[in-house]
């Protein structure tokens, strides 16, 4: 544009000069040639428009050099601009920093894995799930018992679906109370209705999933009665007259509500037997085992960053109990290895915070001779004790361990004074499936 402009400038000063003239021509006059006899195509002089046009687009660039006078609505865009920039850049680094929280923890293949997950079965069904799985199989497996046992599958419902346990309670409570009245006064029309707009109904018994389903397992019905004074109609839950039988029956009914409990998902051992082997202290577990997220692990890695400092420090016994409260949480569960006296390995899979008696009664139920007493020892030498009195990780055998196991040394030597033979340690369903560590 600026190109044209100077052209256009030079084109004009041009012709407004007058006729050109040659050095070697003669400077004596000749003939005027007229414009329109000039070889080639003649430039027309430009129209005030375009003189304008073109003074203004000069104007223009002249002041691009200029600093420019910015008005409100230059204002409102260049804040807009700069806040979709901000927010950007924003956007950028969180991605940037959940790329780096997930790369805290360890991404393997998971043929690696001692095991290749956790896994649960559904007490209900009998399916073997994923962490992930469970919830959501158990509520459509009580979902489904609706049709076989309506009263069952209330209960199981008002039990598993509700995490707020003192809400369940007041829930239970508040129907004990129903049913007392109405089996106190089997005559009285009253305690058979239960006006479904009470406000102690609607805050304290439908808002818990479940308990509408368990009146009507009772004998409720939906029925729309008459307002008193008012033409219009309102839902009860009415029970029809029970007779002597009904009114026991439902007493039964109560109690096992009273007593019923959550449905949960079994943790499966996966029992495994392995060949004797060198890997056996080796361990490499999945996700699962960890009961952290990547927040946790980046404030974990803070923390290891202090451990040098802490130790250098004189700490009291109060502080060292938390340091160890806080290395157990680390962990949801325990991967365990037991070395047999035939040196093969038997693997189970724990809740880091169960106690050890149920490891003890594992390695009990896979041994062809339970009634054999034995002890197991801990990575350390020391024994554990076969009771309740302490968990697994309190062993410091979370998130994984490799433990000894020893026949009572007595009732060996009994066994060997009467001529007994030595048998196979485990279980024949077990050996049959018997791998190699890799």
Known sequence: MKKFLDEIKKDIKFKTSGPGKKLTDDTRSKPEVSKSTA????RKAPTEGAKMAG????????????????????????????ELEAE???TAVSQKNVELEGSSVPQKDPSCFSVSGVYFICPLTGETLTKSERELHIKEAILMRFSEDALEASIMMIHTFNKDKEKVQTAVDIISKYVDNICKNPTEEKYRKIKLSNKVFQEKVS??????????????????????????????????????????????NLECLQKGEPIRAKLDRQPQVFRPSQQAMHFELPPDF???????????????????????????????????????????????????????????????WEKVSALYQ???????????????????GHKLIDDESSALNENNLAPAALLTFSWDAAVQADIAAAGGQTADVLKPALLKNIKTLS
């Not at 307002?227 to 007493?251: A, F, N």
């Open 39 to 42: 070889h080639g195509p003649t």
């Open 55 to 82: 003074a203004a687009a000069l104007a223009r660039i002249e002041q691009q050099h200029r600093p420019k006078v910015q008005t409100s609505q230059d204002a409102i865009r260049n804040q807009v601009k700069r």
């Open 88 to 90: 950007a850049a924003a």
């Open 207 to 252: 808002r818990v999933e479940g308990t509408r389903e368990y009146l009507q397992a009772l004998g409720f019905e939906s029925t729309m009665l008459p307002v008193e004074g008012e033409d219009k109609t309102e839902e009860y839950l009415v029970l029809p007259p029970q007779e002597s039988e009904g009114l026991e029956q439902m007493k039964v």
């Open 290 to 352: 960890y009961n952290l997220t990547p927040e946790e692990l980046k404030k974990e890695q803070q923390l290891k960053s202090e451990v040098v400092e802490r130790n250098a420090m004189l700490r009291t016994k109060a502080m060292r109990e938390k340091d160890e409260q806080r290395e157990r949480r680390k962990y949801s569960y325990a991967l365990l290895r037991v070395r047999l006296p035939d040196e093969n390995i038997l693997q189970g899979t724990f809740l880091a």
């Open 362 to 380: 594992f390695v009990r139920d896979s041994l062809e001779n339970d009634w054999q007493p034995f002890e197991l020892l801990a990575p350390g």
